[in-house]
């Protein structure tokens, strides 16, 4: 999708999509983020985004100047965090995560790779959020939760349980979605 291309984020220019990466990989001064975030495609970021064999040393990570971001935060590589996003202290954000605006990431938080947060999320402290999670935006999440690797938590949930990897959650409280055997 090209539809970004000749736009800008924070000052850094976006150039293109997967069909010109390797002509920008020839420019040793240019760094790349990239960022998939459809929530059909949660489960398989990583493997979207380790195709594209790209050296860790040239991702790049991206805060909007209207975040602010507390003392001994974490960040990895290939993240994207945008406008007023507040992460307080002690949290660990790993690679290719992607948080988007107007989110409040508490205290001793946890976010691993690949994880995507929406618009206007609010992390309670010390949740930990496992792998390739996808935080539907409006979404709110009490403090000391686990939610497992590749779930997803559906717009404007309410998060007052552990959730196990591989599911489903939507509403308030959040409760499984259960899917058709061929979903």
Same mark, same amino acid.
């Given at each position: @999708?090209? *539809?970004?291309? =000749?736009?800008?984020?924070? &000052?850094? *220019?976006?150039?293109? #999509?997967? &069909?010109?990466?390797? !002509?920008?990989?020839?420019?040793? /001064?240019?760094?790349?983020? +990239?960022?998939?975030?459809?929530?059909?495609?949660?489960?398989?970021?990583?493997?979207?985004?380790?195709?594209?064999?790209?050296?860790?040393?040239?991702? +790049?990570?991206?805060?909007?100047?209207?975040?602010?971001?507390?003392? #001994?935060? !974490?960040?990895?590589?290939?993240?994207?965090?945008?406008? #007023?996003?507040?992460?307080?202290?002690?949290?660990?954000?790993?690679?290719?995560?992607?948080?988007?605006?107007?989110?409040?990431?508490?205290?001793?938080? /946890?976010?691993?790779?690949?994880?995507?947060? =929406?618009?206007?999320?609010?992390? /309670?402290? *010390?949740?930990?959020?496992? #792998?390739?999670?996808?935080?539907? $935006?409006? $979404?709110?999440?009490?403090?000391?939760?686990?939610?497992?690797?590749? &779930?997803?938590?559906?717009?404007? &949930?309410?998060?007052?349980? @552990?959730?196990?990897?591989?599911?489903?959650?939507?509403?308030?409280?959040?409760? !499984?979605?259960?899917?058709? $055997? @061929?979903?």
């Amino acid at each position: @999708d090209d *539809s970004c291309s =000749g736009k800008s984020f924070s &000052s850094v *220019s976006v150039i293109g #999509n997967r &069909s010109k990466l390797s !002509e920008l990989l020839r420019d040793k /001064s240019i760094s790349i983020l +990239a960022v998939p975030g459809r929530p059909e495609t949660h489960r398989n970021r990583l493997s979207l985004i380790h195709s594209l064999n790209i050296s860790a040393d040239r991702w +790049a990570t991206v805060i909007h100047p209207t975040a602010v971001i507390g003392p #001994n935060v !974490e960040i990895g590589s290939n993240v994207l965090i945008m406008a #007023n996003t507040v992460i307080t202290g002690g949290n660990s954000i790993g690679n290719h995560v992607v948080v988007l605006p107007n989110t409040t990431i508490s205290h001793d938080t /946890s976010i691993g790779d690949g994880s995507l947060i =929406g618009s206007n999320v609010s992390i /309670s402290g *010390s949740v930990n959020i496992g #792998n390739e999670v996808y935080i539907g $935006s409006g $979404s709110r999440i009490i403090n000391e939760i686990s939610i497992g690797d590749r &779930s997803l938590v559906g717009l404007g &949930s309410v998060v007052i349980r @552990d959730i196990k990897p591989n599911v489903r959650v939507v509403g308030c409280p959040a409760r !499984e979605l259960l899917l058709d $055997s @061929d979903d």
